[in-house]
C-alpha cells in the first residue's frame, strides 16, 4: 500500500508541476493538455535526464534524477509566472474535467494496482526479461544501461520505458521487483486518462463548432468522454463471448454413440474452441437456486463461474491468437493478435504496452496541430519554402515522436503519419485539395521524422534490429470471420458513424474514393507478387525452400493456389474496403465548410483561406483511416524477421489499429448518442447496450480468472520478490545478498533453450550482469548471434572442468566477479565446485546456495 501510495502522489504532483508548461505546449485543446501533464511530464522528464546520464553529465543515481526534475519543475514555474492568472481562471471553467481525470486517474491506476497485488508473479512469457531490463538500469552507474543478460554490452532494445521505470522507483525507494506492477499499473491509469482527454477535446471542439452554428447546442461533454477509455482497454475482441457460446455448448450436435459435432464451431476453426466443451453442471436456473441457498449473494459469483466461464487453464490466452494462418499444406502458423485488454490481463510490461499513454500523446499532438495550436511558420533552408507551424510546435512534434519510436520502434510509423497527415489537412482547410499539399507533406515529414532521431542519437547509435526488409504475404490471407472476431466491437460503432456520416454530410468525394478503393488493394497485391517474383531471381535457393513448404512445384502453380486462397478469404478484404470507401470520400473532400454533429462538408475545391472552425470528424476519419491502412497492409506484406512470418507484423500493427479505432469508435457513439432523431437514437442505444455485453464478457471473466477472484491464499502484495522469498528463501537470500553487493558480473547457467524459463533468475533479480541469459532473445534484440560467441560453452567449461587455469583464463575473459553455484546450475552441469573452493573465497553461502568471488583487477572501475 505505501508503494501505491508514494507512485499515486508523486505522478499526481509531477503532473500538476508541468501543467503550467503542457499549457502553454498545447494551447488549442479545450483541456490545455491537463489529462495528459502526467504522460508528458514524464515525458519530459525521462528525456532530460536520458540526455544528462548519457552525455555523463549525472550520473544514473538520485541526485541526477533530482537535477532533471528540477530543470523541468523550473522551466514549467517560469511559465507560470508569466501566465497564472490564465490558469486560474482555467481551473474555474474547467473544474469537471479536472475531477473527472482526478477519479479516473484514481480508478484505473488503483483498478490494475490491485489486479497485480492478486498475481504480481514476474514468471512466464517475457516478464523476466522485463524485470531484468529494469533491474539492470537500476544497477547501471552510467548510460547506456547495461545488458542484463550480455555481459559487457549496453541493452539493444528500445528501452526508455525501462528508464521511467526505474526513474519512478529510485525517487520513491521501491523495488524493481515492486515498480514492474506498479508500472502496469501506472500505464493503465495514464491510458485511462489520457484516452478520456482525447476524446473531450475532440467533443468540446466539435461543440465549439457547432455553437457558431446553433448558440443552444453547449452539452458538456466531461462525462460522454468516458467512452473512450470504456473502448480502449476495457471493451475487447468477440472472443470473451464466443467463450461463453462454447462453454454452454451452443450449436453443438450430440450423435447417438455420443460423439458431439459442430459446424459453426468447425467453419470458425479456431483452436480449442473447435473441441466439444466439458458438459456444464446441471440446468442453468436449478444451479442458480442451488448455489443462492448454498452461499446466497456469493452463490451468484459462483452460479456465473460454473455455468458461463470457460474451465481451460489460461482459457483466456485464446483472445490473443484469433487470427489462425495456413500454409497451403495445412501447416499452423501461429499469429500473435492483442489487444490493451488481453495486455493487462497477461501482465507483461511489453514496450507496446508502455507505449500506450505516449502513442495518445501523439494524438494529442496531432490533434492540437489539426486545430490549428501551432499557427506560425518556420522557413525552410535552400527551397524557398515555408512550414505551416511554429517552431515550437516542431519541436514539441518531434521531441514526443522520438520518444515514442524509443519507448517502441514500430510505432513510429504510425505517429509521424497521424502527425503529418493532420498537418495536410491543416493545410487543407487553409488552401484547398491541390498538388501542391504532397509538397507540404514532404517539407514536415523530413526534417521531422530526422529531428526526431536525432534528439534521442545516442540510443540509435547503440540499436541493432533483427527488421530485415519487406517480404510478400502470398498465402496467408486472414479470413473474414476472424477479422470480425478480432474487431467487431469496433467495426460495429465505426460503421454505424460512416452511415450516419454518409447520410448527414452534403457533399464527399466519392468518385476518388471510389478510385482509390480499388486501387489500393489491387497495388499491394500486385507489389507482393512483384516482391515474389523478384526473389525467384534474386534468391532462387530461399524460393525453392518456400516452394517445399507450401507443397507446390512452381512459382506458377503458387500463384493459382495463392490467389484462389485469397478469393476463398475475401471476407476480410471486402470489410475492409466496405469502410475504406466512405473513409476516402470524407478524408478527400472539403474541409472548410461547416455541418453540425460533427459531420463534414466534403467535395470539390475547398476555399483557400477559410477562417471556419475546424471539423473534428475530419481527424476522426482520419484515425479511422490509418486504422484501415495498418490492418490492411499485413494482408499483402510483412516485415521481415527471425520469426519468418506476419505474427510480429500483425501483433505490433492491429496494436496500433485498435488503439486509433477505439477513440475513433468511441466518438462515433458519443455522437450517434445524442442525434436529432428520437427513433435512430433509441435503436441505437440499444445497439450499443448488446455491444457492450459482447465487448465486456472477456475482461469481466479474464480479470476474474487470472486474479482467482481477486483473492490470494499468500495475501495481496505488489511485490513479486514476496513470492520468490517463500517458494526458494535460499536463492531469495543469494539474490538479497548480490542487491547489496558491489558491482560485478555474475556466472550462472544457461543453456540454449533459456529462454522464458528460470535461467538467468540471479541476474533478473539482482540487476548484475551475467556472461549469458536467454540466448534466443539476445538474438533476436541484435539481429544476429554472433556477440555471445562461445559463452554457452565457456559456461559449462567454467562449472564442469577441474583445471583451475581453464576456469581462471574464463573468469577473466568476462570479467566475472560472482560464481553462483545453486540448484539450477547443479542440475544443468556436473557443476565441480572443488576448484573454486580451492582458489576462491565463498562471500555467501546457504543450504543450497554458495556464491564465489573472483577478485578483480585494481583498476577496474566499480
Not at 512466464?124 to 555481459?151: Q, V, Y
Not at 510505432?411 to 498537418?423: E, G, H, N, P
Not at 523478384?534 to 490467389?563: E, K, M, S, W
Not at 437514437?681 to 457492450?692: D, E, W
Request: glycine share 8%; charged share 15%.
Amino acid at each position: 500500500m505505501t508503494a501505491f501510495l508514494s507512485w499515486y502522489f508523486f505522478i499526481t504532483l509531477l503532473g500538476w508541476l508541468v501543467f503550467p508548461l503542457v499549457r502553454h505546449l498545447f494551447p488549442a485543446l479545450a483541456d490545455r493538455g491537463y489529462t495528459l501533464s502526467r504522460a508528458a511530464g514524464l515525458l519530459l522528464w525521462g528525456f532530460l535526464f536520458w540526455w544528462l546520464a548519457s552525455l555523463g553529465v549525472v550520473l544514473n543515481d538520485l541526485s541526477g534524477l533530482l537535477l532533471a526534475l528540477a530543470i523541468v519543475v523550473g522551466l514549467s514555474i517560469w511559465v507560470y509566472v508569466r501566465g497564472r492568472s490564465d490558469i486560474a481562471d482555467f481551473m474555474k471553467q474547467s473544474w469537471r474535467v479536472v475531477l473527472t481525470t482526478e477519479i479516473l486517474f484514481l480508478l484505473a491506476f488503483g483498478f490494475l494496482a490491485l489486479v497485480r497485488s492478486a498475481n504480481p508473479e514476474i514468471l512466464g512469457t517475457e516478464k523476466p526479461m522485463e524485470l531484468a531490463f529494469i533491474n539492470a538500469i537500476l544497477r547501471s552507474p552510467t548510460f547506456p544501461p547495461r545488458d542484463p543478460w550480455l555481459s559487457g554490452y549496453a541493452i539493444s532494445y528500445y528501452y526508455f520505458g525501462y528508464v521511467l521505470t526505474a526513474m519512478l522507483a529510485r525517487i520513491t525507494d521501491v523495488p524493481g521487483t515492486a515498480a514492474f506492477n506498479l508500472m502496469i499499473a501506472l500505464v493503465y491509469g495514464l491510458g485511462a486518462v489520457g484516452a478520456y482527454g482525447i476524446l473531450y477535446n475532440l467533443l468540446a471542439a466539435q461543440r465549439a463548432a457547432s455553437a457558431a452554428s446553433d448558440p443552444t447546442r453547449n452539452t458538456n461533454h466531461a462525462f460522454s468522454a468516458l467512452l473512450a477509455p470504456l473502448f480502449l482497454l476495457v471493451i475487447s475482441n468477440v472472443e470473451g463471448f464466443l467463450e461463453i457460446l462454447h462453454r454452454r455448448g451452443l450449436f453443438w450436435k450430440t450423435a447417438a454413440d455420443g460423439a458431439s459435432t459442430s459446424a459453426f464451431w468447425t467453419w470458425l476453426d479456431m483452436k480449442e474452441l473447435s473441441e466439444a466443451p466439458a458438459p456444464v453442471a446441471g440446468p442453468l436456473w436449478d444451479r442458480l437456486g442451488f448455489w443462492w441457498q448454498e452461499a446466497q449473494w456469493a452463490g451468484i459469483g459462483k452460479w456465473l463461474t460454473e455455468q458461463f466461464v470457460p474451465e481451460r487453464f489460461w482459457w483466456w490466452w485464446r483472445g490473443s491468437r484469433v487470427i489462425q494462418d495456413y500454409t497451403l499444406q495445412k501447416g499452423f502458423q501461429e499469429v500473435i493478435d492483442e489487444f490493451p485488454a488481453f495486455s493487462f490481463v497477461l501482465g507483461d510490461l511489453h514496450p507496446h504496452v508502455l507505449a500506450i499513454p505516449f502513442g495518445l500523446l501523439v494524438v494529442a499532438v496531432a490533434l492540437n496541430l489539426y486545430l490549428g495550436g501551432w499557427r506560425g511558420s518556420i522557413p525552410v533552408p535552400f527551397l524557398g519554402a515555408r512550414l505551416r507551424i511554429s517552431p515550437l510546435g516542431f519541436a514539441v512534434a518531434a521531441l514526443v515522436l522520438g520518444g515514442l519510436a524509443f519507448l517502441n520502434v514500430w510505432d513510429i510509423l504510425v505517429a509521424a503519419s497521424l502527425i503529418i497527415f493532420a498537418y495536410l489537412l491543416l493545410c487543407v482547410r487553409e488552401d484547398g485539395w491541390k498538388w501542391e499539399r504532397l509538397e507540404d507533406m514532404l517539407l514536415l515529414s523530413v526534417p521531422l521524422v530526422l529531428s526526431a532521431l536525432l534528439l534521442y542519437l545516442p540510443f540509435y547509435l547503440g540499436f541493432s534490429s533483427q527488421a530485415g526488409g519487406l517480404l510478400p504475404n502470398l498465402v496467408t490471407p486472414t479470413r473474414g470471420a476472424h477479422l470480425w472476431v478480432m474487431f467487431g466491437t469496433l467495426f460495429l460503432p465505426l460503421l454505424a458513424y460512416l452511415v450516419y456520416l454518409s447520410f448527414t454530410s452534403r457533399r464527399a468525394n466519392w468518385r476518388v474514393a471510389l478510385i482509390l478503393t480499388l486501387v489500393l488493394p489491387l497495388t499491394l497485391w500486385g507489389l507482393s507478387w512483384a516482391i515474389g517474383f523478384g526473389a525467384v531471381i534474386l534468391r532462387l535457393d530461399v524460393v525453392q525452400v518456400y516452394l517445399a513448404a507450401q507443397g507446390v512445384p512452381d512459382t506458377n502453380a503458387l500463384f493459382v493456389a495463392g490467389t484462389m486462397r485469397r478469393i476463398q478469404s475475401i471476407g476480410s478484404l471486402l470489410t475492409l474496403m466496405a469502410m475504406l470507401f466512405p473513409t476516402l470520400a470524407f478524408f478527400f473532400g472539403n474541409h472548410s465548410a461547416r455541418e453540425e454533429d460533427g459531420s463534414l462538408s466534403l467535395e470539390g475545391e475547398s476555399a483557400p483561406g477559410s477562417e471556419s472552425a475546424p471539423q473534428v470528424a475530419s481527424f476522426v476519419i482520419l484515425l479511422i483511416l490509418l486504422g484501415l491502412l495498418l490492418v490492411m497492409g499485413p494482408e499483402f506484406l510483412f516485415l521481415q524477421d527471425q520469426f519468418g512470418s506476419r505474427m510480429n507484423t500483425i501483433f505490433k500493427f492491429y496494436y496500433q489499429a485498435w488503439m486509433l479505432w477505439s477513440l475513433a469508435a468511441a466518438f462515433g457513439v458519443a455522437v450517434l448518442w445524442r442525434t436529432r432523431h428520437w427513433l435512430a437514437t433509441a435503436a441505437f442505444r440499444i445497439f450499443f447496450v448488446l455491444l457492450l455485453i459482447v465487448g465486456l464478457a472477456y475482461p469481466l471473466m479474464a480479470f476474474a480468472t487470472k486474479t482467482n477472484g481477486f483473492t490470494s491464499s499468500f495475501g495481496l502484495t505488489l511485490d513479486d520478490f514476496d513470492r520468490v522469498r517463500r517458494e526458494n528463501p535460499d536463492e531469495a537470500a543469494a539474490i538479497q545478498f548480490l542487491l547489496n553487493a558491489e558491482d560485478g558480473v555474475v556466472a550462472e547457467a544457461s543453456i540454449v533453450t533459456a529462454s522464458y524459463s528460470g535461467y538467468s533468475r540471479i541476474s533478473t533479480y539482482s540487476g548484475l550482469p551475467t556472461v549469458l541469459g536467454w540466448p534466443m532473445h539476445e538474438g533476436q534484440w541484435r539481429g544476429t548471434s554472433e556477440p555471445q560467441g562461445n559463452r554457452q560453452g565457456d559456461l559449462a567449461t567454467l562449472y564442469t572442468t577441474q583445471d583451475w587455469r581453464t576456469a581462471q583464463q574464463i573468469i577473466e575473459m568476462y570479467h566475472i566477479r560472482y560464481i553462483v553455484i545453486g540448484s539450477l546450475e547443479r542440475t544443468t552441469y556436473p557443476v565441480n565446485e572443488q576448484k573454486f573452493y580451492d582458489n576462491l573465497p565463498i562471500v555467501f553461502q546457504n543450504a543450497n546456495v554458495t556464491i564465489y568471488e573472483a577478485p578483480q583487477p585494481v583498476t577496474e572501475n566499480r
